[in-house]
Nanobody
């Protein structure tokens, strides 16, 4: 399975960005997908995750109410709509996929994800 994240860029604080993650590989209806980020000098942290069918999602407290994760399985794509961006959101954002059915807090567990893609850089200027 290969994942490709895109949509990062430079944005002013309070602005919005939409990240996309596309998957390709062996035929499978869909994968549990999560977004993780790593800011400068920080450890990787969970951002948001969505179940295979899209009925369940989970967010880090730091982004709840500002970020929305969604998916289009017909296009093998997962999106992260980010609004009201803050300087602390500056990071490289990675998408990851899991063959396991994850729900709720389980979506935040990085070891449960089998595949990781290259990241896309989001820079928020204050």
């Amino acid at each position: 399975v290969q994942l490709q994240a895109s949509g990062g860029g430079l944005v002013q604080a309070g602005g919005s960005l939409r990240l996309s993650c596309t998957t390709s590989g062996p035929p499978r209806s869909s994968y549990t997908t999560g977004w993780f980020r790593q800011g400068p000098g920080k450890e990787r942290e969970f951002v948001a995750g969505i179940s295979r069918g899209g009925s369940n999602s989970y967010y880090a407290d730091s982004v709840k109410g500002r970020f929305t994760i969604s998916r289009d399985n017909a296009k093998s794509a997962v999106f992260l709509q980010m609004t009201n961006l803050k300087s602390e959101d500056t990071a490289v954002y990675h998408c990851a996929a899991s063959a396991a059915p994850l729900y709720g807090p389980g979506l935040s567990s990085a070891p449960r994800y089998d595949y990781w893609g290259q990241g896309t850089l989001v820079t928020v200027s204050s």
